[in-house]
């Protein structure tokens, strides 16, 4: 069993028995020197979007690649691929910049991996990768949280220095499932109460139950920073911290929908000991080989 050494401070308590309120952030959004005119904001908002980052051919590309990973029949008994609970139909594939070498070179390229470099202000490794899928009609959602809630609780990353970039796989509307953000909302960390179970992973990439936020401070950022949605024709992305409150709804339309996550984490916030967990999760959800993307 692995615990967080006592000595050290945790700046970012959560999990905790009791109730925990709201905590100011103290660290940073950007902590680099933004150069590319579409991050202009993301200090300010959280994020920040970009209609076009993949072409239409590459696009294809990657949905084929995807296509191919859902169609191996031994991948489907692999930990890495996470099924829904009602439906029975792939929610999640994890690590796959490991299972696709055309993926692999393409999270390399200074237009993706030099977003998180500028606002992370470092050299970056992949922490994780998995494509998120939102079926027609069975899709489910995803509650609101902060990434770095959990990161935090079970990887032990130190501080929220870690980027996500989703690339929209299909055309993103506001009707079918589309992520939803509050921007601003990364300035606040909101611990979560209940402690973390054993092998709680296996549960939580299906139905989050612990580290959600109350339903007031949800119902208080919300208040404070209002909602917007992330929609787009398949190829935009979108750039958010790892404190940025997100969600999304169901999918009940007839239109799927498919996301390719990339988090990025700063070299120099290297995961440690979980915070708030009896072990750590496994590598595929929390890569802990730091080596620099090149």
């Known amino acids: 069993m692995t615990l967080a050494s006592p000595e050290r401070i ?12 709201p905590i100011d952030r103290d660290d940073p959004t950007v902590w680099g020197e933004i150069g590319t005119p579409g991050l202009a904001e993301f200090d300010d908002d959280g994020y920040a979007l970009f209609d076009e980052l993949l072409d239409p051919y590459e696009v294809s590309d990657v949905a084929a690649e995807i296509q191919r990973l859902t169609a191996d029949p031994d991948l489907l008994l692999d930990d890495r691929v996470i099924i829904e609970r009602e439906s029975h139909r792939v929610r999640s594939v994890f690590d796959v910049h490991k ?24 050299e970056v490794y992949l922490h994780q990768t998995r494509v998120n899928y939102m079926p027609g009609f069975t899709g489910a959602g995803f509650y609101w949280h902060s990434d770095f809630e959990t990161w935090h609780a079970e990887d032990g990353m130190p501080a929220p220095r870690a980027v996500s970039l989703s690339i929209a796989l299909t055309d993103n509307y506001p009707f079918n499932g589309s992520l939803m953000v509050m921007p601003g909302s ?11 179970p054993a092998d709680h992973h296996r549960v939580s990439l299906r139905a989050q139950e612990v580290g959600v936020p109350s339903q007031e401070a949800i119902a208080d950022l919300a208040g404070k920073h209002g909602i917007t949605q992330f929609t787009g024709r398949a190829g935009s992305a979108l750039l958010f911290d790892s404190n940025l409150m ?11 929908r498919s996301n390719l996550f990339l988090v990025f984490n700063s070299v120099d916030n290297a995961l440690l000991d979980p915070y708030s967990a009896p072990h750590p999760r496994p590598e ?4 802990r080989d730091f080596t620099p993307l090149v």
Not at 246 to 256: D, L, R, V
Not at 284 to 287: G, P, R, V
């Open 10 to 21: 945790d700046r970012y308590r959560t999990r905790t028995l009791a109730g925990t309120p």
């Open 246 to 256: 997100h969600g999304s709804a169901g999918n009940i339309t007839p239109f799927p």
């Open 284 to 287: 595929y959800l929390a890569n």
């Open 99 to 122: 299972l696709s070498a055309p993926i692999a070179e393409l999270v390399r390229e200074s237009r993706i991996a030099g977003l998180a470099r500028q606002v992370l202000g470092s």
């Open 186 to 196: 990364h300035r606040t960390f909101v611990p979560c109460q209940g402690e973390t």
